[in-house]
């Protein structure tokens, strides 16, 4: 098992940055791929990143590329989400998760964090 808790959500204005971490306790964390996903009210979750277990191999979705960069600490058993030049479409609850798997699909990831709300104004 393993146990995600984010942080770092908030309220920002368009334009703005805001970093958002995940925790992770339990099973070896450095086993994991560690990918972020965002839902916004009355879409489906979205793929936003992903980061490989030792690699540090990254990927994301189009809708971020430039301005969201993924990054581990396996040291610390973290992994954040930088987010720069944030747009109110970025507004969503931000969900870290852990896989066993190299995948951006969030069927395939075995644990999830509580999420965390990131509201941005314009």
């Known amino acids: 098992q393993v146990h995600l808790v984010e942080s770092g959500g908030g309220l920002v204005q368009a334009g703005g940055s805001l970093r958002l971490s995940c925790a992770a306790s339990g099973r070896t964390f450095s086993n994991y791929a560690m990918g972020w996903f965002r839902q916004a009210p009355g879409k489906e979750r979205e793929f936003v990143a992903r980061?490989?277990?030792?690699?540090?191999?990254?990927d994301y979705a189009d809708f971020v590329k430039g301005r969201f960069t993924i990054s581990r600490d396996n040291a610390k058993n973290t992994v954040a989400l930088q987010r720069n030049s944030l747009k109110p479409e970025d507004t969503a609850v931000y969900y870290c998760?852990?896989?066993?798997?190299?995948?951006?699909?969030?069927?395939?990831?075995?644990?999830w964090g509580q999420g965390t709300q990131v509201t941005v104004s314009s």
């Open positions: 998760a852990a896989s066993s798997l190299v995948t951006m699909r969030a069927a395939l990831y075995d644990y």
């Open positions: 980061i490989t277990a030792t690699t540090g191999n990254t």
